[in-house]
Every structure is written in structure tokens, then in C-alpha cells.
């Protein structure tokens, strides 16, 4: 399950084994440039840079309505599992997929906050490789804390979509039922991520 949008997948189509290629695209990227493109050359702007990916998330949550069924449907489809999904990162739009299952699957918050979290483990030595390539590109007019905070992923982030699924449909299974799932899948999906991977059939 591919999660990039159209245009990021054309430009690097993905490349990953497998029997079926789904695209779900979820187009956050050119929301996140616009947004970031005035504050990525000024001193101290860690903080904006935050708040802008806050407000990335908090719009990512309705535009991840139609995507998140799209999953839930491919997930109850007899002989779907096992699934690999992705984005361009893998913290964002994937992060919040995944967390939306574990959240719909009853995992504790603070589990679900520490799986998310785990994207930094992977994404911060890649940031200082790319802050290096980008400091000779720009002539070094790039601070390093501006490129941490655009790229890692913080446990407000994730608290903040969940947040306003809260505030806009009551939870995650009001979440869910917004984008056209029905009680049946739901119980579906619950019953089969669940399982016991060598009991599925």
C-alpha cells in the first residue's frame, strides 16, 4: 500500500516485492513544503517548524478519512494479509495509519506513542547525512535544528491528530465509520489483526 501522493510516487515509482502494488495516495507533501518553504533558512525557527508539522497533522487527519478506509477494505479482503504500507518517510502518513489501527485495536496510548516514536531510531542518523548534502548545497544557510525538526517525528504530533479525531467524530471508530466503513468490517478487521498469525487461513 502505497500512501505518497501521485506526483511523488511518479517521480520514484516504488520498487518493493510483492503480489499486488495498491495506491492510497494521501497528498500531504505539497501542504508540508508550502508550509515549511518560509521558515527553512531562519535561525531559531525550530519552533514555528513544530508547529507547522502540528497543523500538518491536524489537516492530515481528514484528508487520511478516505485513505484509512481504503485500508481498512484492503486489510478484511480475504487474502490481503500480510500487508506492507508506506509513504515517502514512513512517519507521517504511514505513522498515522498504523497508529490509528493500534488505537481502534485497544493498545494503550503510551505503547502506541512509543511504537511512533520509533521512526526516530531510523530517521535521525539519515538526517545528519542529509544536512551535510544540504549544507553544501545552500552554502551552509540551513540550520541543523530546522532540518531535526522538520523531519523527526514527536510524540505531540501523533497526540494532536488523535486529538482532533476526538473532537471531530468521537473516536476512532466514529473516525472510521465517517469514511463509509460499517460495524461488520470493523469486526472483521478487528477479529483478523487480532489473530493469531498462524491461525489465519
Known amino acids: 500500500m502505497d500512501l505518497r501522493s501521485l506526483d511523488e510516487q511518479k517521480r520514484d515509482p516504488a520498487n518493493l516485492p510483492g503480489r499486488q502494488r495498491v495506491s492510497i495516495p494521501c497528498n500531504i507533501d505539497n501542504m508540508t513544503r508550502e508550509r515549511l518553504r518560509p521558515l527553512v533558512f531562519e535561525r531559531n525557527a525550530d519552533d514555528q517548524i513544530i ?28 487474502g490481503s494479509l500480510p500487508l506492507l504500507m508506506h509513504c515517502r518517510g514512513g512517519k507521517d502518513r504511514t505513522g498515522f495509519a498504523v497508529a490509528s489501527l493500534q488505537w481502534f485495536l485497544g493498545m494503550d496510548l503510551e505503547d502506541i506513542v512509543e511504537e511512533y516514536l520509533k521512526s526516530n531510531l531510523f530517521l535521525l542518523p539519515k538526517i545528519s547525512k542529509v544536512h551535510k548534502r544540504m549544507r553544501l548545497l545552500t552554502l551552509g544557510l540551513i540550520p541543523k535544528a530546522n532540518m531535526q525538526a522538520a523531519f523527526e517525528v514527536r510524540e505531540q504530533y501523533i497526540l494532536t491528530a488523535f486529538g482532533r479525531v476526538k473532537e471531530q467524530y468521537g473516536g ?19 477479529t483478523l489483526l487480532l489473530q493469531d498469525p498462524d491461525e489465519m487461513v
Open 51 to 78: 508547529r507547522v508539522i502540528e497543523s500538518v497533522y491536524e489537516d492530515m487527519v481528514e484528508m487520511m478519512v478516505k485513505p484509512m478506509a481504503e485500508i481498512i477494505r484492503l486489510i478484511v479482503t480475504l
Open 172 to 190: 476512532i471508530e466514529g473516525y472510521f465509520h465517517s469514511g463509509g466503513i460499517e460495524p461488520d468490517e470493523l469486526i472483521r478487521l478487528k
